[in-house]
């Protein structure tokens, strides 16, 4: 028996409504992916529309009789009460530390927020002195009320641990807290052709520049909006990504077909700092390159449940078909361990061979114009 699309009831002040559908029901996805402000959500592997009548009996009419509902009550927010004086002082000195270790804004965000949560469930307790089955208990009580998920169990055992660790600074040893199990994955990754539609969909000139710099350099979201004028390295060859994911500075390859792109780009736009800019002159938003993506996926017909960093991981993907050597690739994707770049080598095998951009490989022996 064929499993059953899952429409989450939406509360009423819900701003979507959320849906699970089955991954062999191509169709029924295609039919909800054509819906005006249909959305995928990755993290949860669930699609969702706004929250309107009329969408709601689309979604019903699409679906036919393949579908049941369930209330919504995955993922829910973990909630906590307002804090005493003495553990707002201790968040005060978490926070301090946190900056004063120069942990990015996201980072000192998510840390203080699991911080906050784990204080205030133990509000009558003395925290110095809790025990490492106390703390797990409350990890087991996060999982089991708000269904979290193992990245946001990970997250609040990093934010238990340091301040353990570096606020109280205890021993590493002295809590050793169980973590979820990992889960391995292999990265999604895009073909060649599907990569030269996705990067080609735009028609404005800024946004097809944003998707080939990503891919031609195998670059976070993070690096492509932190980009500066001054970091392409045109007589080089490079692009310079400073202060990467965990604050580290790389160097990656600078394709020919981008810096034709980028000159282009630059006499139409003239950006004045960042290389790219948002309307008002200041650094282009994380959300603005999701949307750009978000279109050009939905013009290109590619792989429903590609994300921006999918063109990061078909970057080293196709590296690799082409025979560089993965030391190389580790280097320019900034990887501190080989271990993490060798997920791309359970695909694929490796010789040795001149780095060049991928992007200018699909270029040079394209085939996939008559498709776009």
Known sequence: MSMLAIIYTPKH?????????????????????????????????LWSVVNTVENLEEIKKILHSKYEFKSEDRALPVTHSSLS??????????????ILKAYSRSTIQTYKHEFKSFLAFFENAKIDELTKDEIEGYLAHLINKFKISEVKQNQAV??????????????????????PKKIKTLPSVLSEEEVYKLINAPTNIKHKTILYTIYSGGLRLG????????????????????GGKGKKDRKTVLSH??????????????????????QDG????????????????????????ATVHTLRHSFA???????????????????????????????????????ESPLDNIVKNNMFDKNI
């Open 13 to 45: 002040n819900a701003r979507r409504i959320k849906m699970f559908i089955p991954y062999n029901e191509a169709g029924l996805r295609a039919q909800i992916k054509s819906m005006n402000t249909s959305f995928y959500h990755p993290q949860q592997k």
């Open 223 to 242: 690096d492509v909006i932190n980009l500066r004028i001054r970091d392409v390295h045109s007589k080089e060859g490079y692009l310079y990504i400073k």
């Open 282 to 305: 200041g650094q282009y938003s994380p959300r603005s390159v999701q949307a750009i993506f978000r279109q050009s996926m939905t013009k290109s017909k590619i792989n429903p449940w």
């Open 257 to 278: 077909t981008l810096l034709t792109l980028l000159r282009e780009y630059y006499t139409k736009e003239k950006p004045a700092y960042w290389l790219f800019e948002g």
């Open 85 to 98: 004086e003495k553990s707002m002082l201790l968040m005060a000195t978490y926070e301090q530390k946190l």
């Open 158 to 179: 990093n934010a238990i641990k340091w301040f353990y660790e570096k606020v109280l600074e205890k021993p590493k040893e002295y809590y050793n807290i169980t973590r």
């Open 317 to 355: 993907t196709h590296l690799l078909q082409n025979g560089v050597n993965l030391r190389n690739i580790q280097v320019m994707l900034g990887h501190h361990s080989s271990r993490t770049t060798e997920i791309y080598t359970q695909v694929l095998g490796i010789s040795n061979k001149k780095i």
